[in-house]
C-alpha cells in the first residue's frame, strides 16, 4: 500500500507566501515523478507543477514566476513553494504521484492522489 500525505495549506493574505509538503509513504521503491493539482469551488482540476526524479520540472505559466517545486529523493517528498498569493491561487491543492514499488517479488508501478489541502488567499 502506498498512499501521500499533504500538508502546509492554511488561510492567509494576498501577498503572502505558504509551502505545501506532499510525502509518499508506504511501500515506495522510488518515486518517478510528483506533481500538484488545484480545483476552485466550481472549476475542474488543473494542474499546477510537476516534478520528475531527475529533477525536471514544469511551472504551468499561470504560476510560473511565483511557484517553485522541489523533489527530495531521500525523503520521497515534493514542495510546492508558493509565493506572492493571490485569491485566484484558492482552492484544493492535490498530490498525485507515479510510484514503483516492490513486493510479492515484483516491481508494480502506481498511481496515487493524496486526499487534498485547502488553500485559502483572502484579498
Same mark, same amino acid.
Given at each position: 500500500? /502506498? ?9 492567509? !493574505? @494576498?501577498?503572502?507566501?505558504? =509551502?505545501? &509538503? ?5 511501500? /515506495? ?9 488545484? !480545483? @476552485?469551488?466550481?472549476?475542474? =482540476?488543473? &494542474? ?76
Amino acid at each position: 500500500q /502506498v498512499q501521500l500525505i499533504e500538508s502546509g495549506g492554511g488561510s492567509v !493574505q @494576498a501577498g503572502a507566501s505558504l =509551502r505545501l &509538503s506532499c510525502t509518499a509513504s508506504g511501500n /515506495v521503491f522510488s518515486v518517478n515523478y510528483m506533481a500538484w493539482y488545484r !480545483q @476552485a469551488p466550481g472549476k475542474e =482540476r488543473e &494542474s499546477v507543477a510537476i516534478i520528475k526524479r531527475s529533477g525536471d520540472a514544469d511551472i504551468d505559466e499561470s504560476v510560473k514566476g511565483r511557484f517553485t517545486i522541489a523533489l527530495d529523493n531521500a525523503k520521497n517528498t515534493a514542495y510546492l513553494q508558493m509565493e506572492r498569493l493571490k485569491s485566484d491561487d484558492s482552492g484544493v491543492y492535490y498530490c498525485h504521484s507515479g510510484i514503483t514499488t516492490f513486493f510479492t517479488g515484483n516491481y508494480h508501478g502506481v498511481e496515487v492522489w493524496g486526499k487534498g489541502t485547502l488553500v485559502t488567499v483572502f484579498p
